[in-house]
């Protein structure tokens, strides 16, 4: 058996058990030791990622490929960055404690178990290590009680996300007497041998995957978890967690059930314009930044869907730099919110960015590279997330859907526009606290990335034109 | 003849409690239907042969998990007319989303049909001359390894969340400490003093314990 | 007459029900003479005399005890549940019987050889809880409900190590079932290589049974009698009984697992199975008795700390050990 195929996995959740132990046994301060051992465990399970072979392992259960490198590689960078965010935030805010970077580091076990699921069981438990993570880490100010609402709701709605997904899976799993991808792609090849229960376990499924990537019209749980949530979590909940969903959906309905493309095909571009519409249009009214985010990203996730709707290797190609754009693009704004800080209080208010220009030049032209950036102008990463999707749909013939999400994507510019309106063309009030040198780097780094991105979209493309033919291979 | 009848028996009975746990106006009522339908689950296990199943569903449902259950709902102070007064104006709308589910099931069910491929690719069919004990064992250490780490794995998480959330150190809880007790000597705790016969409490005064000075209480925390 | 037996079901019924009251009545005048035997090893203990008027050497105090609580009357509380005050004892009784069917006295003498024999025992053991429980809730009472409390968080958390002691035990042998599990200590009784997990054992067996230094639930002193403090008469006989035989139950369990069943030391005498059986579980209930008459009752957070902190830990261990030395040494069964 080649157990090796797990290596990264193992790793991790190694990590964690050490950091855990050590954690209990060290009675004093351990939060930032163990952070520091959670980012190397990052750092050393990025470079297994890329350095263990690929194959299908433990009897078709796991499987490692070109696509699981890519959105592992993802889903670590996105956590690596929400911890390093959450150095300076959990200090401030008395929930430094080392139970956080155990409970991020099997999360991020179980989102990457998701990125590598080739049955339906690997599918459900991965689903479920990440979730009861998140749920736990949504919470985790404990004693706020916007935080453990979060962290309530998020688990009561997420866990009947998880039954929706078990019984279609189980009605899957009754209909073609399989769990296992391969064979069920092999069970499914004549698009006509569906059964009706079949397709409706397909669509259960991909509900409770929609759920977990906050669409149109399972989204209820996003405003209220990102706006609650301690905000590294919220950082954490807008990127790692949602490339795993996504991955794990594109795979799932690339390749078992990607014979039956007709069948769930309508279902994603009611989820996707839904999502993409209502991301647009709510997020206008918002006055917390935290939750205009949500609604960002739920239009977002919108746009991706639409390379999935097109179900050709372009598609998924298109999802992929999009989630690389969009994982760069949400740390670096929420490094921004994390800021946002005056005499050791955070802030949410989007009024709060008042004038930031003159009082922190260097935050206010980051923050702006990113608005700009996720309203999709040009020359920034964001434009080219979306076009990748937007060239996707146009050579798949879904014309409508491109022009949908090109008319959406104006108007949703209005409200990041409205930022940058408020940090250059508002009076200034009173400066923020100085920036931790950790929020520093994470907002230059990424806001290195997502203006430069034109310069180099090279290699990104390739990995992602790679990892989308492998689910079609 | 007698499994079958002990199937139509047991099934009954399961079903009828089954309703009765949702339907019964006691919760430790609700509790113990509940473990009745457990049991007779077990049963149906123990006539289709899976010996071990049934046992640890005895084991792990009946004598752990629903003795939890009834401890909390024999704790509670729950108020039962409050939890019943919505169910009067539920009722409709729980009741047409149940019919329409139903008739869904039916349509789907209706419609039954395996794929062909279904009795090839069953993942474990039932291995001749092992005890099911045994082949359970070896499915789950060999085949299903990883998928059982990772049910592990979960099980922890789980357990670092219910600690994370709920462990509190209060300030006033005093530990007992094993050390300091079994440090003490005689001469630390003890007075020995001759009292003369017929001496009463106010000749010799009352002996109190030696002041101890009060221990400062430590701030223990966790983690942080 | 064998075809008879063994091929009609009225046939196998009228076995069977042979076969249970082979057991069941020697057991119960066992469980009556324990009580017995208890008031005199205290006795000795503590240099009375105990019970010597009824009867010679005062023998017939058990039967006398019996016809005394038969002629009581029973009193149902006011307020309390009738049907749950009264099955609870019905129900510890009869768990600490039905456990029987599986325990084999010797070579082949059980009522019921199953293929998870242990699994049953454990599972029987497991749910001796509710009896209390039950007691406890439908008593209507706060003393009887807090005993009730006491017992379940109890008897659930030394359950968890007796598991592990069962896994390591079952490790050895490679078999769910009773006698295999006898056979496979004919070289070496299980208590010497796994005299920890003995030890382990035997101290959550006090537990589950409630007895001291474990009867927390009981705590005469704070909770007057704890669970059965509303009930009188046959009912309280019935969980006096019940208490007695599963303390029968663990010895004979702690017997079967531990100290080799019915194989004689050395392997002398096999002839005399049953008698061996017999004398070590009567060992295993001095001990019980003594332990009540050497220690004084736990508290409750200490009861907790030793069956979490230090029993869960390790039987743990040992149980990692175990399996450690069974693959490196290529002991393992069936392998």
């Given at each position: 058996m ?5 290596l ?65 590689i ?73 935080s ?9 709605l ?11 899976v ?53 405003p ?19 490339v795993?969903?996504?991955a794990?959906l594109?795979r ?11 069948a ?11 999502s ?28 991706a ?28 704004t ?20 008042n ?28 434009f ?12 798949g ?29 508002d ?47 | 003849m ?44 123990l ?30 102070d729950?108020?039962?007319a ?15 989303v149940?019919?329409?589910l ?111 000075d ?11 | 007459?064998?075809s ?35 008031r ?24 006398a ?29 009869s ?39 039950i ?9 009887a ?18 598991g ?68 009188s ?20 369990m ?23 059986f ?15 008459a ?29 399996a ?12």
């Amino acid at each position: 058996m080649n157990w090796v195929l797990a290596l990264p996995e193992i790793v991790l959740s190694l990590v964690a058990m050490v950091i855990l132990i050590f954690g209990v046994l060290r009675q004093d301060d351990s939060f930032f030791l163990s952070s520091m051992f959670a980012l190397g465990g990052f750092l050393l399970a990025a470079l297994l990622v890329l350095t263990t072979g690929s194959g299908i392992g433990y009897h078709g259960q796991f499987v490692a490929d070109a696509f699981s490198s890519l959105v592992k590689i993802l889903i670590l960078a996105g956590a690596g960055l929400s911890l390093i965010l959450s150095l300076d935030y959990n200090r401030h805010n008395h929930i430094a404690r080392f139970e956080f970077p155990v409970l991020m580091l099997l999360s991020v076990t179980g989102m990457m178990v998701m990125a590598s699921a080739s049955n339906l069981m690997t599918l459900y438990l991965g689903l479920e290590l990440q979730s009861l993570g998140l749920y736990v880490l949504a919470a985790f100010a404990r004693d706020d009680l916007r935080s453990s609402e979060a962290g309530l709701k998020y688990f009561v709605l997420s866990a009947l996300a998880s039954g929706l997904l078990l019984y279609g899976v189980s009605l899957v799993y009754g209909f073609s007497g399989t769990m296992d991808f391969a064979a069920l792609a092999r069970t499914l090849t004549i698009p006509q041998s569906a059964s009706p229960g079949l397709i409706v376990g397909i669509v259960f499924v991909l509900v409770g995957l929609a759920f977990k990537i906050s669409a149109v019209p399972f989204h209820m749980w996003t405003p209220d978890v990102y706006e609650g949530a301690p905000t590294p979590v919220t950082a954490f909940f807008s990127t790692a967690p949602k490339v795993a969903a996504f991955a794990l959906l594109l795979r799932t309905m690339a390749t078992p059930f990607g014979h039956q493309l007709i069948a769930w095909q309508t279902l994603i571009i009611i989820v996707s314009v839904a999502s993409m519409i209502l991301g647009a249009l709510a997020a206008i009214g918002q006055s917390n930044i935290k939750r205009l985010m949500a609604y960002s990203s739920i239009g977002h996730m919108g746009y991706a869907l639409i390379g999935l709707a097109v179900g050709t290797p372009e598609g998924v190609r298109g999802v992929l730099i999009y989630l690389i754009v969009y994982v760069f693009m949400s740390a670096g704004t929420f490094a921004c919110i994390i800021a946002m800080q005056r005499r050791g209080r955070p802030l949410e208010l989007i009024t709060d960015l008042n004038g930031l220009s003159a009082t922190d030049p260097a935050l206010a032209l980051a923050m702006a590279i990113f608005m700009f950036s996720m309203a999709g102008v040009p020359p920034l990463a964001g434009f080219f997330g979306k076009l990748y999707v937007f060239l996707a749909a146009v050579q798949g013939g879904l014309w409508t859907l491109a022009v949908i999400g090109v008319l959406t994507s104006v108007v949703g510019s209005y409200y990041y526009l409205r930022i940058v309106k408020l940090m250059y063309f508002d009076a200034p009030e009173e400066p923020f606290d100085p920036r931790p040198t950790a929020l520093s780097f994470v907002a230059g780094a990424t806001g290195l990335f997502t203006a430069f991105f034109f310069v180099f979209p090279a290699p990104f493309v390739g990995a992602a034109q790679a990892a989308a033919k492998v689910l079609f291979g | 003849m007698i499994a079958n009848i002990a199937f139509y028996v047991c099934s009954i009975i399961l079903l009828a409690s089954a309703a009765l746990v949702v339907s019964s106006r006691n919760p430790v009522h609700s509790v113990l239907f509940l473990i009745l339908s457990f049991f007779n689950a077990a049963v149906l296990f123990l006539i289709a042969g899976a010996e071990f199943l049934a046992l640890i569903l005895v084991i792990v449902y009946v004598g752990a998990v629903a003795v939890l259950f009834l401890f909390v709902v024999m704790m509670l102070d729950i108020d039962f007319a409050e939890l019943r007064s919505g169910f009067q104006r539920y009722l409709p709308v729980g009741a047409t989303v149940g019919a329409v589910l139903f008739v869904e099931l039916v349509f789907v069910l209706g419609g039954w049909e395996f794929a062909p491929q279904a009795p090839v690719l069953r993942f474990s069919p039932a291995p001749a001359n092992v005890s099911n004990t045994a082949a359970l064992g070896r499915l789950l250490y060999t085949d299903y390894i990883f998928l059982f780490q990772a049910a592990g794995i979960l099980l922890l998480v789980a357990m670092i969340g219910a600690i994370v959330l709920t462990l509190r150190d209060r300030k006033t809880s005093r530990h007992q400490s094993i050390r300091a007790q079994t440090d003490r000597t005689v001469a630390e705790t003890l007075e020995l003093v001759t009292v003369t016969v017929g001496a009463g409490v106010k000749e010799i005064g009352i002996l109190r314990p030696k002041p101890v000075d009060p221990e400062p209480v430590e701030e223990v925390h966790h983690g942080n | 007459m064998q075809s008879f037996f063994y091929d009609t079901y009225i046939g196998l019924l009228i076995l069977t029900f042979a076969e249970a009251l082979a057991l069941l009545v020697p057991l119960l005048i066992g469980v009556a003479y324990l009580t017995y035997a208890e008031r005199k090893v205290l006795a000795a203990i503590q240099l009375r005399k105990g019970p010597n008027v009824v009867g010679p050497f005062g023998l017939l105090q058990p039967f006398a005890d019996a016809l005394k609580m038969i002629m009581k009357e029973t009193i149902i509380p006011a307020g309390a549940n009738r049907l749950l005050f009264l099955m609870a004892p019905m129900l510890t009784f009869s768990l600490a019987m039905i456990a029987w069917a599986v325990i084999p006295v010797n070579a082949g003498w059980a009522i019921a050889d199953i293929n998870v024999g242990i699994l049953y025992l454990f599972a029987i053991s497991s749910l001796g809880v509710y009896g209390i429980i039950i007691a406890g809730w439908a008593s209507n009472s706060k003393y009887a409900f807090l005993g009730a409390l006491r017992s379940a968080a109890q008897m659930v958390s030394y359950e968890v190590s007796m598991g592990f002691v069962l896994v390591s035990v079952l490790l050895c042998v490679g078999s769910l079932n009773l006698t295999d599990i006898v056979l496979a200590q004919h070289r070496v009784w299980f208590c010497l290589p796994l005299f920890p997990m003995f030890i382990v054992f035997f101290v959550s067996a006090l537990a589950e049974t409630n007895r001291s230094p474990f009867d927390l639930p009981e705590g005469e002193s704070e909770i007057v009698a704890g669970f059965f403090v509303e009930y009188s008469a046959m009912a309280f006989a019935l969980f006096f009984l019940g208490e007695y035989a599963n303390m029968i139950l663990m010895s004979g369990m702690t017997t079967i697992l531990f100290l080799g069943g019915w194989l004689g030391p050395f392997g002398i005498l096999p002839q005399l199975g049953p008698l061996w059986f017999i004398l070590k579980v009567c060992f295993c209930l001095f001990v019980f008795l003594w332990v009540r008459a050497t220690f004084p009752r736990y508290r409750y957070d200490q009861l907790m700390r030793l069956g979490w902190k230090v029993f869960l830990p390790l039987s743990l261990l040992w149980l990692t050990l175990t399996a450690a030395a069974l693959m490196v040494f290529g002991w393992l069964p069936n392998a």
